[in-house]
């Protein structure tokens, strides 16, 4: 079962920026579709970037202009550079496989207040 240990996170006042990581326990990673995704209490888990192996990136729009995901199939990591950050931008954040079964990892909190 893979398993995912995420960092980076931390307290950023608005405007400012944050790079997270994720590194992922499977030897697979390369093949599959890895996503960022965060949660904020009460809220479902919203995915905000996703990237295939060799494919262009996509964000959802709230993060779209903003966050750039890209990964590293050598070190089985993935990354968010997370730019402009808002309030909105709160939550803890997490990475995984779409459309995959897994567990998830404790995620990072990112925290945007000035």
């Known amino acids: 079962q893979v398993q995912f240990v995420e960092s980076g996170g931390g307290l950023v006042q608005p405007g400012g920026s944050l790079r997270l990581s994720c590194r992922a326990s499977?030897?697979?990673?390369?093949?599959?579709?890895v996503a960022w995704y965060r949660q904020v209490p009460g809220k479902q888990r919203e995915m905000v970037a996703w990237?295939?192996?060799?494919?262009?990136?996509n964000y959802a729009d709230s993060v779209k202009g903003r966050a750039t995901i890209s990964r590293d199939n050598v070190k089985n990591t993935v990354y968010l550079q997370m730019d402009s950050l808002k309030p909105e931008d709160t939550a803890v954040y997490y990475c995984?496989?779409?459309?995959?079964?897994?567990?998830w990892g404790q995620g990072t909190q990112v925290t945007v207040s000035s």
């Open positions: 499977n030897n697979l990673f390369n093949t599959y579709t």
């Open positions: 995984g496989y779409p459309g995959i079964d897994h567990y």
């Open positions: 990237l295939s192996s060799g494919s262009t990136p």
